[in-house]
């Protein structure tokens, strides 16, 4: 019989790639979830996949409805909003930290991480494309010396929209988020806080102010 710690961890387990799976567009926005099919997906027990779509429930990827059981979450348009507003807020906030930390180490560790997801745009597949954006945005968040201000950087930017799909209109945008990444890193070296806050906003909100 397993204990309760190992049950635990296997629903961390499943809760991360059960998110992950709702990121790249696996389960799609107000997608139902089968307990039954998580299960054998995951290879976890039914407790480990009940305690797992909890965890997400709280984190607002998942919702339950009771009597009818757990799907995708599917925002409003002024939840949407509301949470880039929010992004954009953090985000800056955090941009002369980010400047004032990267050193030439963290700089060309940017720039590969940036380089990796422009050549997926080319020929990489959509869950590959996501994978290495998260990884670029990661990175930059954790040069933010505030510690909770960079882990709620990484929260909310799990509560927007679930896949690159609906971040990602069209193939120019994808192409313009690539250049965007560069642009950052340009800043960052430049140690120009003001460029990076602009890029970052334009970035968040998908507009081209940020590309001159």
């Known amino acids: 019989m397993k204990n309760a710690a190992t049950t635990t961890g296997r629903a961390e387990d499943a809760a991360d790639m059960l998110a992950r799976d709702i990121h790249s567009g696996h389960f799609g926005l107000g997608t139902w979830l089968k307990q039954i099919d998580l299960e054998k997906r995951y290879g976890c027990t039914r407790i480990e996949v009940r305690r797992a779509l909890d965890k997400l429930v709280a984190k607002r990827l998942v919702q339950h409805i009771p009597n009818r059981g757990y799907h995708v979450y599917q925002p409003d348009q002024r939840q949407t909003d509301e949470i880039r507003d929010v992004r954009v807020v953090l985000e800056t906030a955090a941009a002369d930290s980010i400047v004032e930390a990267a050193d030439a180490a963290a700089i060309a560790e940017l720039q590969a991480l940036a380089q990796r997801f422009a050549e997926l745009v080319l020929d990489g597949t959509l869950l590959e494309q996501y994978e ?23 929260e909310f930017r799990g509560r927007g929209p679930s896949a690159p799909l609906e971040q990602w209109k069209t193939r120019a945008r994808v192409e313009q988020s690539a250049r ?33």
Request: hydrophobic content about 50%; some cysteine; glycine content about 6%.
């Open 132 to 154: 290495a954006n998260i990884a670029f945005h990661t990175r930059l968040a954790r040069l933010c010396t505030n510690r909770e201000l960079g882990n709620l950087i990484l």
């Open 180 to 212: 965007e990444h560069f642009l950052m890193i340009d800043a960052i070296a430049a140690r120009d806080a003001d460029a990076l806050k602009r890029i970052i906003r334009a970035h968040i909100r998908q507009t081209a102010e940020g590309m001159g």
